[in-house]
């Protein structure tokens, strides 16, 4: 049984940062592509960080480059994802997702088991 909880989203105004956490039961880090996305009102659920820590692949939205960072700590089974410099447009829910193939991939169709998602909220 996969489980992703996330938790860490808030209110923040623009320039300041947070840390999400996604706390991780059944997947082995090692082996797996995890990843985090994020979906606005009315749009489509987009990836902004992938990782799979086995090769060591990494994929970044452009948009964030430089202001985000996927990491883990694997003692906890947790995957973070560092948000630095954000922005009103980084509004969103943000979702944990994981995946079984050590393929990295940016599509949310491409992942299988996903959080429920929490809210990012940057006010300018």
């Known amino acids: 049984q996969v489980q992703l909880v996330e938790s860490g989203g808030g209110l923040v105004q623009a320039g300041d940062s947070l840390r999400l956490s996604c706390a991780a039961s059944?997947?082995?880090?090692?082996?797996?592509?995890m990843g985090w996305f994020r979906q606005a009102p009315g749009k489509e659920r987009e990836a902004v960080a992938t990782?799979?820590?086995?090769?060591?692949?990494?994929y970044y939205l452009d948009s964030v480059k430089g202001r985000f960072t996927i990491s883990k700590d694997s003692a906890k089974n947790t995957m973070y994802l560092q948000m630095n410099s954000l922005k009103p447009e980084d509004t969103a829910v943000y979702y944990c997702?994981?995946?079984?193939?050590?393929?990295?991939?940016?599509?949310?169709?491409?992942?299988?088991?996903w959080g429920q998602g929490t809210q990012v909220t940057v006010s300018s």
């Open positions: 990782k799979n820590w086995s090769s060591g692949m990494t």
């Open positions: 059944g997947p082995t880090f090692s082996s797996w592509t």
């Open positions: 997702a994981a995946r079984s193939s050590p393929t990295i991939a940016t599509t949310a169709r491409d992942f299988s088991y």
